[in-house]
């Protein structure tokens, strides 16, 4: 239950990232989560579904959030900069483009 809360607070950071917002319980998304925990609590009760089930899925979900994240702020960082020319690249990479043949005619 303790790795579950954990990943439940990783969840709400993110969300929190992605909404920018203080309160989350007015976000639907967050809301949708949060009773999943809720419903998929270890209880006495016999359950058809794995123990650690929701766990997993969470687990994921916070995956693809922070991943999304971070895709966002490389896109950011590097999009603005424009394509390259392929001699700007071969400098870069310390090669020189060759001469061009002219043709003496």
Known sequence: M???KEVFRQLSKEMKFIYKTNKLQ???AYAYVENLFR?????GEKECRGENEVGHM???YLCLLHSNRKYEEL????????ERSI????RTVGLA????????K
Do not use: I, W
Request: glycine content about 6%.
């Open 2 to 4: 303790a790795a579950s």
């Open 26 to 28: 007015e976000v639907p």
């Open 39 to 43: 419903r998929f609590q270890v209880t």
């Open 58 to 60: 969470a687990s994921t």
């Open 75 to 82: 896109n950011t960082l590097y999009k603005g900069k424009g």
């Open 87 to 90: 001699e700007s690249s071969a």
């Open 97 to 104: 483009m060759p001469h061009e043949y002219e043709d003496p």
